[in-house]
C-alpha cells in the first residue's frame, strides 16, 4: 500500500504540472501577436525569399528584433516565439 502511494502521488503532481502548462507556442503566439504583428504580418514568413533558412538563424531573428525593439525577453519568450514561428511557418526539424 505505501509503496503504491510513494509511486502514485509524484506521478499525479506530475501530470497536475503538465495539464496547467500551457503550450509553449501558444505563449509564443500571444507574445507574436502583442509585440510583433505591428511589422510582421504573415507573409512575411511565407514568402519565397524569406531571410530565415534554417533553425538557428530563426532564434537569430527573433532575438535581432527584440533587441531592436528594447523588449528585453528572457531567453524562455525568445524560445517561445521561435516554437510558435516554426509550428506555423517554418518547420524546421532542427
Known amino acids: 500500500m505505501i509503496k503504491t502511494i510513494s509511486i502514485a502521488v509524484p506521478l499525479l503532481l506530475f501530470c497536475h504540472v503538465s495539464a496547467a502548462s500551457p503550450d509553449i507556442a501558444e505563449q509564443g503566439r500571444e507574445l507574436h501577436e ?14 519565397s525569399d524569406r531571410k530565415v533558412q534554417n533553425a538557428a538563424q530563426l532564434v537569430d531573428r527573433i532575438k535581432f528584433c527584440e533587441g ?23 518547420k524546421f526539424s532542427d
Not at 502583442?34 to 514568402?47: D, F, M, T, W
Not at 531592436?68 to 511557418?89: E, G
Open 34 to 47: 502583442k509585440h510583433c504583428q505591428g511589422c510582421h504580418k504573415s507573409e512575411v514568413y511565407a514568402r
Open 68 to 90: 531592436a525593439n528594447n523588449m528585453q525577453w528572457s531567453d524562455r519568450q525568445v524560445k517561445m516565439v521561435d516554437a510558435y514561428l516554426n509550428k506555423a511557418y517554418y
